[in-house]
């Protein structure tokens, strides 16, 4: 069972930028897939963006130039850059790890990105 444990999360201006962190109990490669996901709030979770063991990332259209997912190794930590944040970006962003022919995710807490216009 792996634990997975996000921060970073706060209140910026529109314009402004975070970064947050996953760090996983275990080595980032024991997951063929991790990512990151948002619940707005009264909507339902939605992808932002994911990273495979092999390093490769995919992106939701609407992060698209503004957020960058990166991973480090040695940490066991995956990233979420974001920069340009507007009010729309607002809710709870949650880690997600998924294990090669896994029927269940692992997911973290939460933290909350709050963007003031």
């Known amino acids: 069972q792996v634990q997975l444990v996000e921060s970073g999360g706060g209140l910026v201006q529109a314009g402004g930028s975070l970064r947050l962190s996953c760090a996983a109990s275990?080595?980032?490669?024991?997951?063929?897939?991790m990512g990151w996901y948002r619940q707005a709030p009264g909507k339902q979770r939605e992808l932002v963006a994911t990273i495979t063991s092999g390093g490769s990332t995919n992106y939701a259209d609407f992060v698209k130039g503004r957020f960058t997912i990166s991973r480090d190794s040695a940490r066991n930590t995956v990233y979420l850059q974001m920069n340009s944040l507007n009010p729309e970006d607002i809710g709870v962003y949650y880690c997600?790890?998924?294990?090669?022919?896994?029927?269940?995710?692992?997911w973290g807490q939460g933290t909350q990105v709050t963007v003031s216009s």
């Open positions: 275990e080595s980032i490669f024991s997951f063929s897939v």
């Open positions: 997600n790890a998924r294990r090669m022919f896994s029927r269940s995710d692992s």
